[in-house]
């Protein structure tokens, strides 16, 4: 008979949970049985699964006895203190926050790029999923990083706002209503209106200037890609989108990649789906990517400012590719092939 696991659900009820619920049913991952755990405001709702209601359970550090894989998307805070008693108690976790992603003894995952450092579970019991704004991008750069090897990229993100989580899509529909409506609503979750807006600032800003947000795209690659050479730039824009990011990716290669091999090698890249035919007004858009598990990739274009430069627009959903689906496709390899 095939196997069958024990799964948790940490942040069952928040924008990345809820959709954690919905991918492991679609996939129909081999669950025996499903633990739904998030904060004591949420204690005793209930949350369908497979046709049944689940009752949510609070979070503490007893709660995965018998748990063969814990799914964390609470906040980084909250992975700091139970990932490592989920690991105790003989879990796998598969960590959506940046707790963990910059650890040099946890494995930091694309399933479509580096599968092969999964094993390193092994060390701490914790496997990291990485930003949703640099997932999208090293999906799509794997397969030009095989082909030239790549020195410089030159990224600007135009991020929805399901990235900052339940709470932000209710600010931008409550913004758009009042709007209408004449009315001014004060911002809670952004330092600006959203609404009819775009804001460039995502998380805080260090003290290079650069946001969290921008310095995570550029220590993530580097550890994903296993190149600590690779220069990154970023500007992350929080833009009036519900869901799925859209990025502008400039890259320096090593060698020339022309447009058309770029095609070539997206069109068989796992993950990705290549939408380019610009004298169609054809190319990837945010509202089409939304819901979907794939990253879109259009307006291939060689560079003209630079020898061995190439352009690309890049876009997926960031709740599902950029976190959920990921987070649910490690647990997938870590079934067949470890557990
Ligand atoms: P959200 O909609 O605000 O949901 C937060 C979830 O965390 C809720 O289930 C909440 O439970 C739970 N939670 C909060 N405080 C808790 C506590 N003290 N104990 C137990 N559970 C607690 O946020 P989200 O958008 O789903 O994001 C959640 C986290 O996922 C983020 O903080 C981030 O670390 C990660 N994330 C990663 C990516 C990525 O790029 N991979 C993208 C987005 C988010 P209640 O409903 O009971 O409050
Ligand atoms: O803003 C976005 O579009 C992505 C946000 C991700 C996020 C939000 C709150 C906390 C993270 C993350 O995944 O890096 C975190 C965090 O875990 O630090």
């Known amino acids: 008979m095939a196997k069958t696991f024990s799964v948790a659900v940490v942040g069952a009820t928040g924008a990345v949970g809820r959709t954690m619920i919905r991918v492991l049913e679609e996939r129909d991952f081999p669950v025996k049985e499903i633990r739904f755990l998030a904060s004591e405001r949420s204690e005793g709702k209930e949350l369908p699964f497979k046709g049944e209601n689940v009752r949510v359970q609070r979070l503490s550090h007893d709660s995965f006895n018998g748990v063969d894989i814990a799914i964390f998307s609470a906040g980084a805070e909250r992975s700091l203190i139970f990932a490592p008693s989920a690991a105790s108690a003989g879990a796998v976790v598969v960590d959506n926050s940046s707790a963990w992603r910059m650890d040099p003894e946890i494995p930091l995952v694309v399933p479509e790029v580096n599968p092969h450092a999964i094993s390193g579970y092994k060390t701490r019991g914790i496997i990291a999923n990485p930003n949703c704004s640099t997932i999208q991008m090293v999906v799509a750069l794997k397969p030009l990083y095989d082909y030239a090897r790549i020195r410089r990229i030159v990224v600007s993100t135009y991020q929805a706002v399901s990235g900052s989580g339940h709470k932000a899509v209710t600010e931008l529909e409550d913004q758009v209503r009042a709007w209408v409506d004449g009315r001014s609503l004060e911002p809670?979750?952004?330092?600006?209106?959203?609404?009819?807006?775009?804001?460039?600032?995502?998380?805080?800003?260090?003290?290079?200037?650069?946001?969290?947000?921008?310095?995570?795209?550029?220590?993530?690659?580097?550890?994903?890609?296993?190149?600590?050479?690779?220069?990154?730039?970023?500007?992350?824009?929080?833009?009036?989108?519900?869901?799925?990011?859209?990025?502008?990716?400039?890259?320096?290669?090593?060698?020339?990649?022309?447009?058309?091999?770029?095609?070539?090698?997206?069109?068989?890249?796992?993950?990705?789906?290549?939408?380019?035919?610009?004298?169609?007004?054809?190319?990837?858009?945010?509202?089409?990517?939304?819901?979907?598990?794939?990253?879109?990739?259009?307006?291939?274009?060689?560079?003209?400012?630079?020898?061995?430069?190439?352009?690309?627009?890049?876009?997926?959903?960031?709740?599902?590719?950029?976190?959920?689906?990921?987070?649910?496709?490690?647990?997938?390899?870590?079934?067949?092939?470890?557990?």
């Open 188 to 339: 809670k979750v952004y330092p600006h209106q959203i609404a009819f807006n775009c804001l460039p600032q995502i998380d805080i800003f260090q003290e290079n200037g650069y946001t969290k947000e921008e310095m995570k795209m550029l220590n993530e690659t580097r550890k994903i890609m296993e190149d600590p050479e690779i220069r990154v730039t970023a500007t992350a824009v929080r833009v009036p989108v519900f869901y799925s990011h859209s990025e502008a990716v400039n890259v320096e290669f090593e060698k020339k990649v022309s447009a058309s091999k770029a095609r070539e090698l997206l069109s068989t890249a796992p993950g990705v789906n290549v939408v380019d035919d610009p004298s169609h007004s054809i190319y990837p858009l945010a509202l089409d990517a939304a819901g979907q598990d794939l990253v879109f990739v259009g307006r291939i274009r060689e560079d003209i400012s630079q020898a061995n430069g190439l352009d690309f627009w890049v876009v997926a959903d960031n709740i599902r590719k950029g976190a959920a689906t990921n987070a649910v496709q490690i647990a997938e390899v870590l079934a067949e092939r470890y557990l």
